[in-house]
């Protein structure tokens, strides 16, 4: 089956970096569309990133533009999301996410197959 496993959450102070990773298993990676989740303490989990498997597009949240740079590996059957100029704010659980379907449309993005477990990260100020 499906399993996707998420890595490199941690404390990190704000202002600084942190690259988050998720290894994915029981599918053709290339083939899914793979993107990033996250839910901040009190609050309902948000999309973060997403990277399309037709033409590799990517797409954020406006939150993150110009911060957060989501990226696949398809020879490796891996995601990353490298986070910069952490702000308190990022303070979340982080979630990798996987669909066959194509697209980042709001309909996709809110019925997403398959998730991870979540990997906390936490931005001290």
């Known amino acids: 089956q499906v399993q996707l496993v998420e890595s490199g959450g941690g404390l990190v102070q704000a202002g600084g970096s942190l690259t988050l990773s998720c290894a994915a298993s029981?599918?053709?990676?290339?083939?899914?569309?793979m993107g990033w989740f996250r839910r901040a303490p009190g609050l309902e989990r948000e999309f973060v990133a997403g990277?399309?498997?037709?033409?590799?597009?990517?797409y954020y949240t406006d939150s993150v533009k110009g911060r957060f740079t989501i990226s696949r590996d398809n020879a490796k059957n891996t995601m990353s999301l490298q986070m910069n100029n952490l702000k308190a704010e990022d303070t979340a659980v982080y979630y990798c996410a996987a669909d066959r379907r194509a697209g980042w449309g709001p309909s996709l993005r809110a019925t997403m197959e398959h998730w991870g477990k979540g990997t906390l990260v936490t931005v001290s100020s």
């Open positions: 029981g599918m053709p990676f290339s083939r899914y569309t």
């Open positions: 990277t399309a498997w037709i033409g590799g597009s990517t």
